[in-house]
């Protein structure tokens, strides 16, 4: 397979021998904690340290015995698809007392564990960091009392503490995403969309409770994917009189023939002043002013249930790995740190500053300062409450602006979950912009035959939660039909184009610049947005619908897998799509817990195919019952999914049976992911905002003439920011016989899913072991980071 670049830094330098390791998760549970659980006891047994697990959060620390185990590898198997956390939580009032912290030091003493790794909230970090500056004053006391020798002090005389934040309120400054918050969103889209089924069969108004505590980040996204009518949140309580203007919107909607109305509410939502406003009080509210058919639902605890989704499982992963090295790295002067996500990228934080931060947004609401609130929680949700204030109140008409451009949005390419959100946000934008704004049908095919026509703010009322292509897409490229399209263009008199779509949308950008020098009806402002299930588009690390895919992927691979629940040992065979790019069945099988993924861009032979199924059926020989091998659908020419298949039936013959199963296109349906809702809508959004500024900057002599580089781009997610990049610069980065990007991210993934597989392998860690300031670890444009 595909050689290690010998000019990087791998951990292979950084040994955890004679280093013990203990993780433990606290407070509140959440979906992925067990995901983070699985990747620090693997990893820690990888580079050779012992690893134990903490039952029962700090209070099994203090009661000691039973509760502290070694873990195993085995002991792990099994549990990255279960939700909550196996090892127990609990909420500890012996900790928080100087004795309960003397008992839990004499019992990680007396194993020699000096290693903590935390999963949990600000108040568990809190008290691991206290935890840790007491710990030579806790040993001295032991000492005093008997109960250990005096060398352990020098032995065991700095206490290590890394934390990663698990909570589904993901109300913790410093990481754009916490552990279990995407799969809480799942839980509450999957009850949103259920509910606005049979609230439109009666024309009924819904109020819906969610969780956060005092956060409102669960409201905000779940308002933003769902298209509701209203949302209510801590950090921003509406102005006075807001009862009224409230009851004017839903009025208008329903005059504006939509049979239903959502209004969404977090559990600590207050006004200006304070007081609480519940659920009841917006449903009388409702009822006595609009005399509306007005329920009340309070998802309550089924937000923390259920399996983790894709996103949660790869975050943990990638969390519990870095934990590893951050405790392998740190000395006895390194500050407590939480591993964190900025953008798409893994950073370490410390501990404290993300805890004063996080505090200092509660002392702002208290004192009703709630602009600085919105600032503090990070500009993640400041943009995102910013964007749902522009898609959801529509401003009258004498007071947008006057721009006189038309702007037109099509989709091409196949169709990607999330589409119809860009589309909608694109809409919206356009028009509080002052733009008059046209949908083509069917791609550029339907361009040049004239499917073109004007689309209004209410046309896309309820898009967003539909999966596939509502304007309908399709494949054809422009460069056979530009003389009808500029004909087209010239009758509609089209001044921007927002192109959303895949590989193709960048071949079609690509053939419209060229065109640029023979009809000047090219001469205007483009962006394109990345949409596909493959996310094998240059210049992006993400694409829309890509998170919807592999959620598939993942819930029919656990299904799969528990089909042989109880049966004798069995490893399934499993293709994806993505044509040549290998992104699916990796961060699929990264996600699934696969113990192999077969991709075109790490070239196999057979004697790699050999190694893997001596590996498995070591493995299903002394542990495992289940194994999980993944294949690229166009991964080789000649290792075709049913040659790897009988190759693994025959070799596996005495010790495990085989199955197959192709995904196919189940992969590009269904509703789209609260991410991809989320991530389609922002950047289109964005994608509108930068294409205002194009046409005032292009606008001359009364027309819009635009024919640089930089007028035609593709926006996408680079690292921790959303960058736009000409298209005409993508080229030299594209590999257009395979359609995929020369370098891609998520490569650096495949060794990660290889050392939890129990493979010896080399991991990159060039990008670890920075630790940055809470204040300055996000630059200017990660507000539209990929963190939701």
């Given at each position: 397979?595909?050689?290690?670049?010998?000019?990087?830094?791998?951990?292979?330098?950084?040994?955890?021998?004679?280093?013990?390791?203990?993780?433990?998760?606290?407070?509140?549970?959440?979906?992925?904690?067990?995901?983070?659980?699985?990747?620090?006891?693997?990893?820690?047994?990888?580079?050779?340290?012992?690893?134990?697990?903490?039952?029962?959060?700090?209070?099994?620390?203090?009661?000691?015995?039973?509760?502290?185990?070694?873990?195993?590898?085995?002991?792990?198997?099994?549990?990255?698809?279960?939700?909550?956390?196996?090892?127990?939580?609990?909420?500890?009032?012996?900790?928080?007392?100087?004795?309960?912290?003397?008992?839990?030091?004499?019992?990680?003493?007396?194993?020699?564990?000096?290693?903590?790794?935390?999963?949990?909230?600000?108040?568990?970090?809190?008290?691991?960091?206290?935890?840790?500056?007491?710990?030579?004053?806790?040993?001295?006391?032991?000492?005093?009392?008997?109960?250990?020798?005096?060398?352990?002090?020098?032995?065991?005389?700095?206490?290590?503490?890394?934390?990663?934040?698990?909570?589904?309120?993901?109300?913790?400054?410093?990481?754009?995403?916490?552990?279990?918050?995407?799969?809480?969103?799942?839980?509450?889209?999957?009850?949103?969309?259920?509910?606005?089924?049979?609230?439109?069969?009666?024309?009924?108004?819904?109020?819906?409770?969610?969780?956060?505590?005092?956060?409102?980040?669960?409201?905000?996204?779940?308002?933003?994917?769902?298209?509701?009518?209203?949302?209510?949140i801590p950090e921003m309580p509406p102005e006075d009189g807001w009862e009224e203007k409230m009851c004017q919107k839903l009025s208008a909607n329903r005059a504006g023939m939509k049979r239903l109305n959502i209004i969404i509410v977090a559990e600590g939502a207050i006004d200006r002043n304070n007081k609480p406003i519940t659920t009841d009080y917006i449903k009388n509210l409702v009822v006595k002013n609009l005399g509306f058919d007005t329920r009340v639902t309070i998802l309550g605890h089924v937000q923390r249930g259920g399996t983790p989704s894709a996103f949660d499982r790869i975050l943990a992963s990638?969390?519990?790995?870095?934990?590893?090295?951050?405790?392998?790295?740190?000395?006895?002067?390194?500050?407590?740190?939480?591993?964190?996500?900025?953008?798409?990228?893994?950073?370490?934080?410390?501990?404290?500053?993300?805890?004063?931060?996080?505090?200092?947004?509660?002392?702002?609401?208290?004192?009703?300062?709630?602009?600085?609130?919105?600032?503090?929680?990070?500009?993640?949700?400041?943009?995102?409450?910013?964007?749902?204030?522009?898609?959801?109140?529509?401003?009258?008409?004498?007071?947008?602006?006057?721009?006189?451009?038309?702007?037109?949005?099509?989709?091409?390419?196949?169709?990607?979950?999330?589409?119809?959100?860009?589309?909608?946000?694109?809409?919206?934008?356009?028009?509080?912009?002052?733009?008059?704004?046209?949908?083509?049908?069917?791609?550029?095919?339907?361009?040049?035959?004239?499917?073109?026509?004007?689309?209004?703010?209410?046309?896309?009322?309820?898009?967003?939660?539909?999966?596939?292509?509502?304007?309908?897409?399709?494949?054809?490229?422009?460069?056979?039909?530009?003389?009808?399209?500029?004909?087209?263009?010239?009758?509609?008199?089209?001044?921007?184009?927002?192109?959303?779509?895949?590989?193709?949308?960048?071949?079609?950008?690509?053939?419209?610049?060229?065109?640029?020098?023979?009809?000047?009806?090219?001469?205007?402002?483009?962006?394109?947005?990345?949409?596909?299930?493959?996310?094998?588009?240059?210049?992006?690390?993400?694409?829309?619908?890509?998170?919807?895919?592999?959620?598939?992927?993942?819930?029919?691979?656990?299904?799969?897998?528990?089909?042989?629940?109880?049966?004798?040992?069995?490893?399934?065979?499993?293709?994806?799509?993505?044509?040549?790019?290998?992104?699916?069945?990796?961060?699929?099988?990264?996600?699934?817990?696969?113990?192999?993924?077969?991709?075109?861009?790490?070239?196999?032979?057979?004697?790699?195919?050999?190694?893997?199924?001596?590996?498995?059926?070591?493995?299903?020989?002394?542990?495992?019952?289940?194994?999980?091998?993944?294949?690229?659908?166009?991964?080789?020419?000649?290792?075709?999914?049913?040659?790897?298949?009988?190759?693994?039936?025959?070799?596996?013959?005495?010790?495990?049976?085989?199955?197959?199963?192709?995904?196919?296109?189940?992969?590009?349906?269904?509703?789209?992911?609260?991410?991809?809702?989320?991530?389609?809508?922002?950047?289109?959004?964005?994608?509108?905002?930068?294409?205002?500024?194009?046409?005032?900057?292009?606008?001359?002599?009364?027309?819009?003439?635009?024919?640089?580089?930089?007028?035609?781009?593709?926006?996408?997610?680079?690292?921790?920011?959303?960058?736009?990049?000409?298209?005409?610069?993508?080229?030299?980065?594209?590999?257009?016989?395979?359609?995929?990007?020369?370098?891609?991210?998520?490569?650096?993934?495949?060794?990660?899913?290889?050392?939890?597989?129990?493979?010896?392998?080399?991991?990159?860690?060039?990008?670890?072991?920075q630790v940055e300031h809470v204040i300055h670890s996000r630059p200017k444009d990660s507000d539209a980071s990929v963190a939701m």
């Amino acid at each position: 397979m595909a050689q290690p670049d010998s000019k990087k830094i791998f951990f292979e330098n950084l040994s955890g021998a004679g280093k013990a390791i203990a993780v433990l998760t606290s407070g509140g549970d959440a979906q992925g904690m067990n995901a983070a659980v699985r990747a620090v006891v693997r990893m820690g047994l990888y580079v050779g340290a012992k690893v134990y697990f903490i039952h029962e959060g700090y209070q099994g620390m203090v009661d000691g015995g039973e509760n502290i185990r070694e873990a195993t590898w085995e002991s792990v198997s099994s549990m990255l698809q279960v939700g909550g956390t196996v090892i127990g939580s609990a909420r500890c009032k012996d900790f928080r007392s100087h004795e309960g912290r003397l008992k839990a030091a004499h019992n990680l003493v007396k194993r020699g564990i000096t290693n903590l790794c935390v999963i949990g909230g600000d108040g568990s970090l809190t008290g691991a960091n206290l935890f840790r500056e007491e710990w030579s004053g806790l040993l001295s006391e032991l000492v005093q009392q008997g109960l250990i020798e005096a060398d352990a002090v020098q032995k065991y005389s700095a206490l290590h503490i890394v934390g990663m934040v698990g909570s589904i309120d993901n109300d913790f400054c410093g990481t754009d995403m916490t552990i279990g918050t995407d799969s809480a969103l799942h839980r509450i889209i999957e009850v949103v969309d259920a509910i606005m089924t049979t609230a439109q069969s009666h024309q009924r108004t819904f109020v819906l409770e969610v969780m956060g505590r005092h956060c409102g980040y669960l409201a905000l996204v779940s308002a933003l994917a769902c298209g509701a009518d209203w949302v209510l949140i801590p950090e921003m309580p509406p102005e006075d009189g807001w009862e009224e203007k409230m009851c004017q919107k839903l009025s208008a909607n329903r005059a504006g023939m939509k049979r239903l109305n959502i209004i969404i509410v977090a559990e600590g939502a207050i006004d200006r002043n304070n007081k609480p406003i519940t659920t009841d009080y917006i449903k009388n509210l409702v009822v006595k002013n609009l005399g509306f058919d007005t329920r009340v639902t309070i998802l309550g605890h089924v937000q923390r249930g259920g399996t983790p989704s894709a996103f949660d499982r790869i975050l943990a992963s990638r969390m519990g790995v870095e934990a590893v090295l951050a405790l392998l790295e740190t000395t006895a002067n390194t500050p407590a740190c939480v591993v964190s996500l900025c953008g798409n990228q893994s950073v370490r934080v410390p501990l404290m500053e993300c805890v004063q931060t996080t505090q200092e947004v509660q002392k702002a609401m208290d004192q009703k300062r709630f602009e600085e609130a919105v600032k503090l929680r990070g500009r993640s949700f400041e943009n995102n409450l910013r964007t749902y204030k522009l898609l959801a109140h529509r401003k009258p008409e004498s007071e947008l602006p006057v721009s006189n451009f038309n702007v037109a949005v099509l989709n091409v390419g196949a169709p990607a979950a999330g589409m119809n959100a860009a589309v909608r946000s694109a809409v919206r934008v356009g028009i509080s912009e002052g733009h008059k704004m046209f949908a083509v049908s069917d791609g550029f095919e339907g361009f040049y035959k004239g499917q073109i026509k004007e689309i209004k703010w209410g046309d896309v009322g309820g898009w967003t939660g539909q999966g596939g292509s509502l304007l309908g897409t399709k494949r054809t490229l422009p460069a056979k039909h530009v003389d009808k399209i500029a004909e087209q263009m010239r009758k509609y008199n089209i001044n921007a184009l927002l192109v959303i779509g895949g590989f193709e949308a960048l071949e079609c950008l690509l053939q419209l610049c060229d065109a640029r020098s023979t009809f000047e009806e090219f001469c205007i402002p483009m962006c394109m947005l990345p949409a596909t299930i493959s996310n094998n588009v240059p210049g992006t690390e993400l694409s829309i619908g890509a998170d919807t895919a592999l959620n598939a992927i993942v819930e029919t691979c656990d299904r799969i897998k528990q089909s042989a629940s109880g049966t004798k040992r069995r490893v399934f065979i499993i293709e994806t799509m993505g044509g040549y790019c290998g992104y699916l069945a990796t961060v699929g099988g990264l996600a699934a817990g696969a113990d192999a993924a077969y991709i075109y861009e790490e070239p196999f032979d057979i004697r790699d195919l050999q190694a893997n199924v001596e590996h498995l059926t070591e493995k299903m020989k002394t542990s495992i019952q289940r194994g999980l091998v993944l294949r690229n659908e166009n991964s080789n020419v000649n290792y075709t999914t049913d040659f790897i298949y009988q190759l693994y039936t025959e070799e596996g013959r005495g010790v495990f049976d085989c199955r197959k199963n192709v995904l196919g296109h189940m992969q590009q349906g269904g509703a789209p992911s609260p991410f991809d809702r989320n991530f389609g809508t922002k950047i289109s959004a964005k994608a509108m905002q930068w294409l205002s500024q194009k046409l005032v900057e292009s606008y001359r002599k009364g027309r819009v003439f635009a024919n640089t580089e930089d007028t035609c781009c593709l926006l996408g997610m680079h690292a921790r920011a959303l960058v736009f990049q000409p298209v005409v610069e993508l080229k030299d980065h594209t590999d257009f016989v395979h359609r995929i990007p020369k370098e891609q991210w998520w490569l650096k993934l495949r060794p990660l899913m290889k050392i939890l597989a129990k493979y010896k392998t080399s991991y990159d860690v060039s990008d670890s072991g920075q630790v940055e300031h809470v204040i300055h670890s996000r630059p200017k444009d990660s507000d539209a980071s990929v963190a939701m």
